[in-house]
Nanobody
Framework: QVQFVESGGGLVQPGGSLRLSCTASGFAFNFYAMTWYRQTPTLERELVAQISSSGFSTNYADSVKGRFTISRENAKNTVYLQMNDLNVEDTAVYFC??????????????WGQGTRVTVSS
């Protein structure tokens, strides 16, 4: 059974930082690219950052470039998202999923519960 468990969200002031984690199970983690997504009540799910299976390649949404860094630790089946210089527009629930390549759709239909990030003064 494929599972994603996201954690690390919280309330932070503008300009602050958070580090999100997503631990996956039920599939061969090290063979998949991983993607962080975010969603708000008014916006569809948005791609935030991607990392290749090896970790050598990354891709970011323009809105987070230079502020967010994605990384992974294959030995722990975990992908991270370091978020710096947060602003109110980053407020969302963050999810992760796996995919075969950066241009593929999410491979698995199951999603975790997400982790909520709230940026507010």
């Amino acid at each position: 059974q494929v599972q994603f468990v996201e954690s690390g969200g919280g309330l932070v002031q503008p300009g602050g930082s958070l580090r999100l984690s997503c631990t996956a199970s039920g599939f061969a983690f090290n063979f998949y690219a991983m993607t962080w997504y975010r969603q708000t009540p008014t916006l569809e799910r948005e791609l935030v950052a991607q990392i290749s299976s090896s970790g050598f390649s990354t891709n970011y949404a323009d809105s987070v470039k230079g502020r967010f860094t994605i990384s992974r630790e294959n030995a722990k089946n975990t992908v991270y998202l370091q978020m710096n210089d947060l602003n109110v527009e980053d407020t969302a629930v963050y999810f992760c999923n796996a995919q075969r390549s950066f241009t593929s759709s999410p491979t698995f239909s199951s999603w975790g519960q997400g982790t909520r990030v709230t940026v507010s003064s």
